[in-house]
């Protein structure tokens, strides 16, 4: 992680870590350095840098957008404007019609006064750590002035709300039957998903019910989407649902509730689809990439079904990484951010709920016996918001309590700590044969953080 990028990009309290002379610079310098290498191509037959940028609902997006327009068409970029939509939206948008790379103004699951700036590369992928550190240099001043386009050298500004329908066009031709005499709860988290998510499933015929997808810039994320499915498991019930999703602020991410009004989670998500897959024939390596946050009930799942797993470091960006490297095409997290590698190269909130979907129709199955066969650990996480993040998770006091509790747990549990990519906080998770437990040693090594004055 650099000083400014974290795990998913940029983030902070707009105007109080993310500023809009941040946005003003990330955009000049991205300007500047992906115009160095612009070439002429059919669809480009001028030979200009081509950015896509798209935004979520937050108050904030809005004048985060024009900071980086002004800044990216300063320095000789077309802008290609998207508006609100879904950070996969923008990755599918770059990777097919050939721009040199987008932009998704967005924080995620964070509160409405977060923001945040994703940069995906002209592949449609996580930006690369090189190019990250290029961008921090030139934000710390240690890379000189940048030039400005002349006359007829500064960009443009283009009005691109048809990439958002090509993408929802895309969505609408993954789906392999018709979810006709279906009934699905969708909850938008008043967040991206709300402008793409219904016209997806109405066009594939379900009997669609929608709840948060009223933004006002102010109520993305509160009390409502992958981050508070309490909501949508109540809807579910009250309304005889036959499924429920979730998405969080940019649709990245996706929770699912059963017919019951059970959570089925990111793990057995990963579970369903990856023994469909492999019965199917479509689970290239016979391999699902998690990361070390997945339920210890995932992999004794996995193991029963002879399906073998990697484990990267938390972040969908390690995932993809790996999924990469190797040639794998399922993996994710837990919270809900899954990549099909054949359709999408990031998280997919909405595109995971399709793939869910084709399950359960294929197999005529409701979700709650699906996953049913995935037996998960009582698991605790807490985060803990800490003056320093390094200093708090390294402190001895701090790793001699956590190495009490792995002897205490042995081979039936584990303790895990890590700084989250995005936010002063450091999370302490336990799993265990009991909740009670998973709260006792959580709670004990939160307790010495304390002790030590690490908490905020």
Do not use: W
């Given at each position: 992680m650099g000083k400014y990028f974290g795990t998913d990009g940029f983030r902070g309290e707009a105007n109080v870590d993310l500023t809009v002379e941040h946005a003003y610079e990330v955009g000049r310098f991205l300007g500047w350095y992906y115009e160095q290498k612009c070439r002429v191509t059919p669809r480009n037959p001028e030979g200009r840098c081509r950015v896509a940028i798209g935004k979520d609902t937050r108050r904030s997006s809005y004048m985060f957008?024009?900071?980086?327009?002004?800044?990216?068409?300063?320095?000789g970029a077309d802008v290609y404007l998207l508006h609100v939509t879904t950070t996969p939206s923008?990755?599918?948008?770059?990777?097919?019609?050939?721009?040199?790379?987008g932009i998704m103004i967005s924080a995620s699951h964070n509160p409405y006064y977060d923001n945040g700036i994703k940069v995906i590369n002209g592949k449609g992928e996580k930006l690369e750590e090189d190019v990250i550190e290029k961008i921090e240099k030139y934000l710390d001043g240690e890379s000189g002035k940048l030039p400005f386009a002349l006359r007829d050298k500064v960009g443009?500004?283009?009005?691109?709300?048809?990439?958002?329908?090509?993408?929802?066009?895309?969505?609408?031709?993954?789906?392999?039957?018709?979810?006709?005499?279906?009934?699905?709860?969708?909850?938008?988290?008043?967040?991206?998903?709300?402008?793409?998510?219904?016209n997806v499933f109405d066009a594939l015929g379900a009997e669609t019910y929608v709840i948060h997808n009223n933004p006002d810039g102010l109520n993305i994320n509160t009390n409502c989407g992958s981050t508070h499915i309490e909501v949508?498991?109540?809807?579910?019930?009250?309304?005889?649902?036959?499924?429920?999703?979730?998405?969080?602020?940019?649709?990245?991410?996706?929770?699912?509730?059963?017919?019951?009004?059970?959570?089925?989670?990111?793990?057995?998500?990963?579970?369903?689809?990856?023994?469909?897959?492999k019965e199917n024939h479509a689970l290239?390596?016979?391999?699902?990439?998690?990361t070390i946050?997945?339920?210890?009930?995932?992999?004794?799942?996995?193991?029963?079904?002879?399906?073998?797993?990697?484990?990267?470091?938390?972040?969908?960006?390690?995932?993809?990484?790996?999924?990469?490297?190797?040639?794998?095409?399922?993996?994710?997290?837990?919270?809900?951010?899954?990549?099909?590698?054949?359709?999408?190269?990031?998280?997919?909130?909405?595109?995971?709920?399709?793939?869910?979907?084709?399950?359960?129709?294929?197999?005529?199955?409701?979700?709650?016996?699906l996953a049913s066969e995935v037996e998960i650990f009582?698991?605790?996480?807490?985060?803990?918001?800490?003056?320093?993040?390094?200093?708090?998770?390294?402190?001895?006091?701090?790793?001699?309590?956590?190495?009490?509790?792995?002897?205490?747990?042995?081979?039936?549990?584990?303790?895990?700590?890590?700084?989250?990519?995005?936010e002063p906080v450091v999370r302490v998770m336990v799993e265990a044969s009991t909740k009670e437990l998973c709260e006792k040693y959580v709670d004990q090594v939160i307790d010495v953080m304390k002790a030590q004055g690490h908490l905020l």
């Open positions: 957008e024009y900071a980086l327009v002004a800044g990216l068409t300063a320095s923008v990755s599918y948008v770059v990777r097919t019609e050939e721009f040199d790379c443009r500004t283009i009005d691109y709300a048809a990439g958002r329908n090509r993408y929802i066009g895309y969505l609408i031709s993954i789906a392999t039957r018709s979810f006709k005499n279906r009934k699905v709860a969708l909850d938008c988290a008043n967040g991206s998903a709300s402008s793409i998510a219904k949508l498991q109540q809807f579910v019930k009250d309304n005889g649902c036959d499924v429920g999703f979730a998405y969080d602020g940019d649709a990245d991410r996706c929770i699912a509730v059963d017919e019951r009004g059970e959570v089925v989670n990111g793990d057995q998500i990963m579970y369903i689809c990856g023994k469909y897959m290239v390596n016979n391999t699902v990439v998690t946050m997945s339920n210890f009930g995932l992999y004794k799942a996995f193991e029963r079904e002879g399906i073998s797993y990697e484990k990267t470091a938390v972040g969908d960006k390690y995932v993809y990484e790996n999924m990469a490297r190797y040639g794998n095409c399922l993996g994710g997290e837990q919270s809900g951010h899954i990549i099909f590698s054949k359709h999408a190269t990031t998280g997919d909130g909405i595109l995971t709920s399709l793939k869910v979907m084709e399950v359960m129709l294929e197999k005529k199955e409701g979700l709650s016996k009582p698991q605790v996480l807490k985060n803990v918001r800490v003056h320093d993040k390094q200093t708090a998770q390294d402190d001895p006091k701090v790793q001699e309590e956590v190495e009490k509790v792995t002897e205490a747990l042995g081979e039936d549990g584990r303790i895990l700590l890590r700084q989250s990519g995005t």
